[in-house]
């Protein structure tokens, strides 16, 4: 059963940091780009953040360049996503996801990325308030 979990959500100051963790089940993260989305209420669902476990390239949405830092496990089959200098507006529920990208890198801010997934977690919620 393929599976994905986040953790590491919470309540964070405006200026603070939060690490996510995914955990991979059910499939290896070879051959795939996984990454994170989030939504914020009312907004469309949008790419954060992703990396090609195969040749470890990254891609980041402009609005967050230079805070989130994305990285893989492969032997513990999890990706981290570390978000430093946390702003009021990075409010939202992360989304990890993952696609089978047979070793090509996978932006998940383009486009239709969201359609293109292949597995999803539930989401887990931060929320930057002070």
């Known amino acids: 059963q393929v599976q994905l979990v986040e953790s590491g959500g919470g309540l964070v100051q405006p200026g603070g940091s939060l690490r996510l963790s995914c955990a991979a089940s059910?499939?290896?993260?070879?051959?795939?780009?996984i990454g994170w989305f989030r939504q914020a209420p009312g907004k469309e669902r949008e790419g954060v953040s992703s990396?090609?476990?195969?040749?470890?390239?990254?891609y980041y949405a402009d609005s967050v360049k230079g805070r989130f830092t994305i990285s893989s496990d492969n032997a513990k089959n999890t990706v981290y996503l570390q978000m430093n200098s946390l702003k009021l507006e990075d409010t939202a529920v992360y989304y990890c996801a993952a696609v089978r990208s047979y070793g090509i890198a996978f932006d998940f801010t383009g486009w239709g990325s969201v359609g293109a997934m292949d597995y999803w977690g539930k989401g887990t919620l931060v929320t930057v308030s002070s």
């Open positions: 059910g499939f290896t993260l070879d051959y795939y780009a």
């Open positions: 990396i090609s476990a195969t040749d470890g390239s990254t």
